[in-house]
């Protein structure tokens, strides 16, 4: 039984049918949620700088898609994992184009096909589509890496730290603790001020840009939570 899972689990036609069903689920959520976007302005300012790096948290990311508008051309940065297929399936479906591959902690935008990807979304984002991949890297959850200030040196597009949020959700206990969002609700698109990356970033650049980027992600998703919880009296209205 568990080799019969293990290989259904591989089997490609099953990657697909839940990628599509997944697609169709987060369309539903989407669609019955009634969400506060901030700054209320934020298309104005994305498109001075487009096209735009989009960067997210792992597990706070499966509504990405839905920033986008019509006119907007984007690609996502999706692992070479099994779970990774799925997820390109998923994306496919809703209109966003993917880039295959990884990076580690350290900096070194090489492993798991990290290379070959850096090159592709420098590519993307030169022929003019917005690029969104998460800022940290697997296990290694809210902690920026260095691949995305890397690529928004080499690219010169700005980073856009965006946090999306549900009022109702399942939140799992694992390692980038993943909001897996419930339909039928109050919901928080929230982004930061872009961060730009100099060309001639040195070492020390990159990092604090590093941290920028991580504590403006993590601002962005305590602001998208007190929205969609009403922790606070600034919590938006309905």
Same mark, same amino acid.
């Given at each position: 039984?568990? &080799?019969?899972?293990? %290989?259904?689990?591989?089997?490609?036609?099953? #990657?697909?049918?839940?990628?599509?069903?997944?697609? *169709?689920?987060?369309?539903?959520?989407?669609? =019955? =949620?009634? $969400?506060?976007?901030?700054?209320?302005?934020?298309?104005?300012?994305?498109?001075?700088? *487009?096209?735009?790096?989009?960067?997210?948290?792992?597990? #706070?990311?499966?509504?990405?898609?839905?920033?986008?508008?019509? #006119?907007? +051309?984007?690609?996502?940065?999706?692992? /070479?994992?099994?779970?990774?297929?799925?997820?390109?399936?998923?994306?496919?479906?809703?209109?966003?184009? =993917?880039?295959?591959?990884?990076? @580690?902690?350290?900096?070194?935008?090489?492993?798991?096909?990290?290379?070959?990807?850096?090159?592709?979304?420098? &590519?993307?984002?030169?022929?003019?589509?917005?690029?969104?991949? =998460?800022?940290?890297?697997?296990?290694?959850?809210?902690?920026?890496?260095?691949?995305?200030?890397?690529?928004? +040196? /080499?690219?010169?597009?700005?980073? *856009?730290?965006?946090?999306?949020?549900? #009022?109702?959700? $399942?939140?799992?206990? @694992?390692?980038?603790?993943?909001?897996? @969002?419930?339909?039928?609700?109050?919901?928080?698109?929230?982004?930061?001020?872009?961060?730009?990356?100099?060309?001639?970033?040195?070492?020390?650049?990159?990092? +604090?840009?590093?941290?920028?980027?991580?504590?403006?992600? @993590?601002? &962005?998703?305590? %602001?998208?939570?007190?929205?969609?919880?009403?922790?606070?009296?600034?919590?938006?209205?309905?």
């Amino acid at each position: 039984m568990k &080799a019969l899972r293990r %290989r259904l689990a591989h089997a490609r036609w099953v #990657q697909v049918v839940i990628g599509v069903l997944g697609a *169709y689920y987060l369309r539903l959520v989407w669609a =019955t =949620t009634r $969400f506060i976007v901030e700054p209320s302005n934020i298309y104005d300012r994305v498109d001075r700088d *487009y096209p735009v790096i989009l960067a997210m948290w792992h597990g #706070q990311h499966f509504l990405g898609p839905f920033v986008k508008r019509p #006119q907007d +051309r984007a690609k996502v940065l999706i692992s /070479r994992h099994r779970d990774g297929e799925v997820n390109a399936v998923a994306a496919e479906w809703l209109g966003i184009g =993917t880039v295959r591959g990884s990076g @580690n902690h350290g900096g070194e935008f090489s492993r798991k096909g990290g290379v070959g990807a850096f090159v592709a979304m420098v &590519a993307a984002l030169k022929e003019g589509y917005n690029m969104a991949l =998460t800022a940290d890297v697997p296990k290694v959850g809210r902690v920026a890496g260095l691949g995305i200030v890397m690529l928004a +040196r /080499r690219s010169g597009r700005p980073i *856009y730290p965006i946090a999306i949020a549900t #009022q109702h959700r $399942f939140e799992v206990d @694992n390692w980038d603790r993943s909001a897996l @969002n419930l339909p039928f609700g109050r919901g928080a698109v929230v982004v930061a001020e872009p961060v730009h990356v100099p060309a001639d970033a040195d070492d020390a650049t990159l990092e +604090r840009l590093r941290s920028q980027v991580e504590s403006a992600l @993590n601002r &962005a998703t305590a %602001r998208a939570y007190v929205i969609v919880d009403r922790t606070g009296r600034d919590a938006g209205a309905d």
